[in-house]
């Protein structure tokens, strides 16, 4: 994400990350990966919760969502329960990006 950051911010699309870690971790991780976007922290794993997020091996699994500017999500992607998977890439969620338009 952070290569093609530059063409969501094109888009006026806000990226953001939440970490199921603690706050000096997801600091960490942020900083050591220079991530352009924001990255949170949700230790209790509320936001993951909210969003009906499953959780495997004691952590919430990974998902991606296309949020439009009333709060509505337009699009989702949740990993599956596996240790295998492919989240969508930058690319797929330009695309999804562009029909909330």
Same mark, same amino acid.
């Given at each position: 994400?952070?290569?093609?950051?530059?063409?969501?911010?094109?888009?006026?699309?806000?990226?953001?990350?939440?970490?199921?870690?603690?706050?000096?971790?997801?600091?960490?991780?942020?900083?050591?990966?220079?991530?352009?976007?924001?990255?949170?922290?949700?230790?209790?794993?509320?936001?993951?919760?909210?969003?009906?997020?499953?959780?495997?091996?004691?952590?919430?699994?990974?998902?991606?969502?296309? =949020?439009?500017?009333?709060? =509505? =999500?337009?699009?989702?992607?949740?990993?599956?329960?596996?240790?295998?998977?492919?989240?969508?890439?930058?690319?797929?969620?330009?695309?999804?990006?562009?029909?909330?338009?």
């Amino acid at each position: 994400m952070r290569e093609a950051y530059h063409e969501f911010e094109a888009r006026q699309v806000h990226l953001l990350v939440v970490s199921s870690t603690e706050l000096e971790m997801t600091s960490y991780v942020a900083e050591t990966l220079r991530a352009p976007f924001p990255v949170l922290s949700d230790a209790e794993w509320s936001v993951f919760y909210s969003y009906g997020m499953g959780s495997g091996f004691g952590v919430p699994l990974p998902g991606s969502f296309v =949020i439009d500017s009333s709060g =509505i =999500i337009r699009w989702s992607w949740v990993a599956p329960f596996s240790v295998v998977f492919t989240p969508p890439s930058p690319e797929a969620l330009l695309e999804q990006v562009a029909f909330v338009g």
